[in-house]
């Protein structure tokens, strides 16, 4: 029997990070100890501020190597109004020396978002990794969005409105709202 398939491989994390915008433009914090679990044996995350948010991907994947993106221009009606712009998160992953490791999902509408006829599905789990959470991101149309050079602290108009889900392992459903 392979215990990878069982409950993440044993990959949780034990406690939220309380994962920030970093001081520095372009990094994350934590504001609390991570004690967490990998492959079953325990680590410890330290409170540590401006870690870089770098995304590699390879070529294949058929989006930017960076894991960037810009919103899109088509418009959608919402209960709150009309909505354009794109919103994707960005999973974040720790290993056991406790460096951070962000990994895309997929792109969605934030108003096909809102009316429940597209779920923000949350980027799949990595081996060796643990899920400490995820980074929300939402651009207005024609604004792009490039890890660990925005500014996490703007808004969808400028630079992306930013967003953190501090998890224990990746949610077995994805965003609906």
């Not at 990794?129 to 108009?157: D, E, H, K, W």
Request: hydrophobic share 45%; aromatic share 8%.
């Amino acid at each position: 029997m392979d215990n990878l398939q069982l409950s993440q491989g044993g990959n949780f994390a034990l406690a939220s990070g309380a994962l920030a915008a970093g001081t520095a433009a372009g990094t994350v914090k934590t504001t609390a100890v991570i004690p967490y679990v990998i492959d079953g044996q325990f680590y410890s995350k330290a409170i540590t501020d401006n870690m870089a948010v770098s995304v590699t991907l390879p070529a294949t994947w058929g989006v930017a190597t960076n894991g960037a993106f810009t919103g899109e221009n088509r418009t959608v009606q919402t209960a709150a109004g009309a909505v354009t712009g794109s919103v994707r998160l960005y999973g974040i992953y720790m290993d056991t020396a406790g460096a951070l490791s962000f990994f895309p999902g997929p792109i969605a509408h934030p108003g096909d978002l809102a009316n429940g006829t597209v779920p923000l599905q949350f980027p799949a789990n990595r081996r060796g990794r643990v899920f400490i959470g995820a980074m929300r991101v939402q651009v207005n149309a024609g604004v792009t969005f490039v890890p660990g050079t925005n500014a996490l602290g703007g808004t969808a108009a400028t630079t992306g409105l930013v967003t953190f889900i501090n998890c224990a392992t990746i949610p077995g459903e994805p965003l609906r709202s």
